[in-house]
């Protein structure tokens, strides 16, 4: 089945600063990626999505990439702010016609914003 | 406009009781899926429906785990004759419709303690 992984675990920036987090999945066949942000004793919440049709999308502050050939993607986050500051995770599925499909996570990522 | 929303928040268990968890999911949404996640760790994949079909249960790990969704609708999770290992926040998400990876909305989740 499909493995993601997620890196760095833990990754602290200055405010104002971008933060990068990578990730790269296993099975070729996986076509949609999107990324959650969750804060203590919540769900997590959809900041951005991806379709292997696509290499890059942006959303204000908040972009990712896709290299299907290397398979790997990022989430990138500009102009940091102490709200950013939460657990992200990646995650991947492979989408059928007629079908949803469960999500693989990663790990999750621990973003912490210093003033 | 409420999102999706799960009951209880908190269940305490002894072990070898049942348990079982409620999932409301956003209204006319057609699937559903069931998530497990551990403390520190990223959710895992339990089960999914569209509409009230069970299609994909490969990630309920025992025979201890029940899930249905009778009437397409609300959702129950049901754990028989629980153990320690069993101990996680249990996510339900719910997406619009069943085609190619629509996005999984995320309630926030049933925290379950088995002592």
């Known amino acids: 089945g499909e493995n993601v992984e997620q890196h760095p675990s833990t990754l602290s920036v200055q405010e104002g600063d971008s933060a990068v987090i990578k990730c790269t999945y296993s099975?070729?066949?996986?076509?949609?990626f999107p990324w959650y942000k969750q804060e203590l004793g919540k769900g997590p919440q959809l900041i951005i999505d991806?379709?292997?049709?696509?290499g890059e999308k942006k959303d204000q502050r908040i972009a990712v990439t896709l290299n299907k050939t290397a398979k790997h993607f990022s989430l990138h986050i500009t102009e940091t702010q102490p709200e950013d500051s939460a657990v992200y995770f990646c995650?991947?599925?492979?989408?059928?016609?007629?079908?949803?499909?469960?999500?693989?996570f990663g790990k999750g990522t621990h973003l912490i914003i210093q003033p | 406009g409420a999102g999706v929303s799960q009951s209880p928040r908190y269940k305490v268990a002894k072990r070898g009781q049942d348990v079982a968890l409620r999932c409301d999911p956003i209204?006319?949404?057609?699937?559903l899926f069931w998530y497990q996640q551990a403390l520190g760790q990223g959710p895992e994949f339990l089960t999914y429906?569209?509409?009230?079909?069970?299609?994909?249960k490969s990630g309920l790990p025992s025979d201890r785990f029940f899930a249905e969704r009778p009437e397409g609708s609300v959702s129950t999770l049901k754990i028989q004759r629980t153990q320690q290992e069993d101990s996680a926040v249990y996510l339900c998400?719910?997406?619009?419709?069943?085609?190619?990876?629509?996005?999984?909305?995320f309630g926030d989740g049933t925290r379950l303690s088995i002592l």
């Open positions: 209204s006319g949404h057609v699937s």
């Open positions: 995650a991947a599925s492979i989408g059928e016609e007629g079908g949803a499909d469960g999500l693989t």
């Open positions: 991806i379709r292997s049709n696509v």
């Open positions: 998400a719910s997406s619009s419709d069943s085609y190619s990876n629509q996005p999984q909305h």
């Open positions: 099975d070729s066949a996986s076509n949609y």
């Open positions: 429906f569209q509409n009230e079909a069970q299609l994909d």
